[in-house]
């Protein structure tokens, strides 16, 4: 398992029982969201330069693209640090319990035995940075199943101990 | 016998098949159009070329494959890498494919379903054609020693015996019991009713508009002076008019509707020009849908949709019968969901979602009025009696939704209801929910309330505005 980040963890008992063993995502996924995040403002700050310049307000486009990367900067770690503080779950027994959401907050419990397939998927950065994300699909399409950012080799463990529990049968 | 355990690749000819795959192909096209217009054709292709055969390579070599008797292990990707693993209990088909291509180089295309209505979950192009076959002789292998027998749960009995034992002879026919049908009344009430009225308007507004294509200015019509009477009778005319073509043509679509079951088949036939049919297997049914229409509802009437999950890669499919009454509803419902008669009294949404729910009508109802406002300053101030409508409307509404709202669980099967004007009642078996998730929105939140959201095979439905801790133990009741 993961370990349990204490802040994360500090206030979130108050759920009732299954919270109790709810644990966040890796740390590094938060370097990650914000490098995603800094990548798209750094393209957006380069089009406010880029726009400065072709219609020859220099000054005005690089003051804009200045305050659109502090700004833009500060939003998206505040913003990232809240998703990922409301990012929880937890691989139970018969199920994963996954708890996330800033504005919307949403939980979802997952049993195994409707376990269709399972699915680790890992991009250029997330590889980078040692992680993957589990993905259990159930025949419906609207599941919301996806553990963002979890260490690769904890990944496999936690795929090979579900595998074991999904049972037989075809489950729709 | 071939060692699937050892992870493997496709065959080499698949990075090729893969190159001149028609995605590949349809992706060069634009790039085509930019040589063409640069006027450096052979550079552009040549450059668009290499990293096509580029891609297609690297491609084949991340796509490993192996089947260790339990898992069907399938890892891909170039950036974004996957890697699937398929317990074997949950394939559906193993079906191989031979186009001429495959032929040819004594290969073949492999395609692996599960449930669910995605189509495929694993598909290898080019496979020799050994391999293949192996693959496929044995996951039936694992699947007979597997010995699980085939439950009530799982419900495709078909896909099941025929990936195990090959095709099964078809039962003796069952006989067939019409359940309803429904006499050429009750069809011309339903497209009366029925969204057939909004599409007759539709091609009204459509012949006007043709008509001012001909030259005649649909505005020369409002000009000539028809004096007060004779607008009325063309009111008084034209609308009955309207609504009886509607009516009639749902009794040209829908004639002689009629709801039948034999064995576990349910199937709903109609049509008087052309004949349509539709077939759930109840042993299949995901979910049951019991819409009442805005004008009906006083009458009792209402129209019920029951669906099922996708067999062996299909879509899922629905049958529909419209203007039932409750008796019918529970006549059908008892043979495609016996748990779910006799439907249970449904527990009205506490006061906390009333208070929402006119919260949200009334800012809307704010909104529009101020809106309809702006336009009075503008322009006439007939639009003031407009926003004065819109602030008696907004809170209504939100009355009406309130009232809308309902829940109830009988016998393991969760009864949903919801809307402000039309209702719509979700049937939903507890056995059929895939997974579950409790939502609420910052709103919710601070009234203490919850949605929870019914994942099936078919689609979601959602159980709106209840207590977190209701909605706790609803999620926890349909995930174990």
Redesign the interface.
């Known amino acids: 398992m993961t370990e349990p980040g204490a802040d994360a963890q500090a206030d979130r008992g108050d759920h009732?029982d299954p919270a109790e063993e709810l644990v966040p995502l890796e740390r590094r996924v938060l370097s990650l969201w914000r490098l995603r995040a800094a990548i798209g403002l750094a393209v957006w700050v380069a089009l406010v330069l880029a726009a400065g310049v072709g219609v020859g307000r220099v000054l005005v486009g690089s003051t804009t693209a200045l305050v659109l990367a502090v700004v833009g900067g500060l939003v998206v770690r505040w913003w990232t640090s809240l998703v990922w503080r409301a990012w929880q779950f937890r691989v139970g027994d018969?199920?994963l319990h996954l708890r996330h959401?800033v504005?919307?907050?949403?939980?979802?419990?997952?049993?195994y035995h409707?376990?269709?397939?399972?699915?680790?998927?890992?991009?250029?950065l997330e590889?980078r940075m040692g992680l993957t994300s589990l993905i259990l699909?159930?025949?419906?399409?609207?599941?919301?199943?996806t553990v963002p950012g979890i260490d690769a080799a904890e990944a496999e463990a936690l795929?090979a101990r579900i595998?074991a529990l999904?049972?037989?049968?075809?489950?729709? | 016998m071939v060692d699937l355990r050892r992870p493997r690749r496709t065959s080499p000819l698949g990075a090729a098949f893969e190159v001149v795959s028609p995605d590949r192909v349809r992706n060069l096209l634009p790039v085509a159009i930019v040589a063409i217009s640069s006027g450096r054709v052979v550079l552009v292709l040549l450059i668009a070329g290499a990293i096509s055969l580029v891609a297609g390579v690297l491609g084949w070599l991340r796509r490993v494959w192996s089947f260790d008797g339990d898992v069907l292990h399938l890892d891909e990707g170039v950036f974004v890498r996957n890697q699937r693993r398929i317990p074997v209990d949950r394939i559906q088909h193993v079906e191989l494919e031979r186009s001429l291509r495959h032929q040819l180089f004594g290969l073949a295309a492999v395609r692996v379903e599960t449930a669910g209505g995605s189509g495929a979950e694993l598909r290898l192009d080019a496979v020799a054609r050994d391999e293949a076959e192996a693959l496929r002789s044995q996951v039936l292998d694992a699947l007979r020693t597997k010995a699980a027998p085939p439950d009530a749960a799982l419900g495709d009995p078909d896909g099941w015996d025929a990936a195990r034992h090959g095709p099964v002879p078809p039962p003796p026919p069952a006989p067939r019991e019409v359940l309803v049908r429904l006499p050429p009344g009750r069809l011309l009430l339903a497209g009366i009713t029925g969204p057939e009225v909004v599409a007759v308007l539709a091609s009204l507004v459509f012949a006007l508009d043709a008509l001012a294509d001909l030259g005649v200015d649909p505005d020369e019509i409002g000009r000539v002076d028809l004096g007060r009477s004779a607008i009325v009778l063309l009111v008084l005319v034209g609308v009955p008019v309207w609504f009886l073509v509607a009516g009639l043509i749902a009794v040209v679509r829908k004639w002689d509707l009629t709801a039948s079951i034999s064995g576990d088949e349910l199937r709903v036939t109609y049509g008087l020009l052309r004949k349509q049919e539709f077939v759930v297997r109840t042993s299949r049914v995901q979910d049951a849908r019991v819409a009442e229409r805005l004008l009906l509802r006083p009458f009792g009437r209402a129209d019920l949709r029951v669906r099922s999950a996708a067999s062996g890669g299909g879509d899922a499919s629905q049958v529909d019968i419209p203007l039932l009454d409750a008796a019918e509803i529970d006549r059908v419902l008892a043979r495609v969901l016996p748990a779910a008669v006799p439907r249970p009294r449904l527990h009205p949404a506490p006061p906390a979602a009333r208070r929402r729910a006119l919260v949200r009508g009334g800012v809307g109802a704010l909104l529009a009025a101020t809106s309809l406002s702006v336009l009075a300053v503008l322009t006439s101030r007939w639009w003031l009696v407009a926003a004065a409508v819109a602030l008696v409307l907004g809170p209504l509404l939100g009355e009406l939704s309130y009232r809308g709202l309902g829940w109830a669980e009988a016998r393991d099967v969760h009864h949903s209801r919801s809307g402000a004007l039309a209702r719509r009642t979700s049937i939903v078996p507890e056995a059929r929910v895939q997974s579950a998730a409790v939502v609420a929105s910052l709103f919710q939140r601070r009234r203490g309330l919850a949605s929870v959201r019914l994942d099936l095979a078919s689609s979601a439905v959602g159980v709106l505005d209840r207590e977190t801790g209701e909605c706790g133990h609803i999620a926890a009741a349909v995930t174990t």
């Open positions: 009732g018969g199920a959401g504005l919307t907050r949403r939980e979802s419990t997952i049993p409707r376990v269709q397939h399972i699915d680790l998927e890992a991009g250029p590889r699909r159930t025949a419906s399409a609207s599941s919301d199943s795929r595998l999904v049972g037989t049968g075809d489950a729709v």
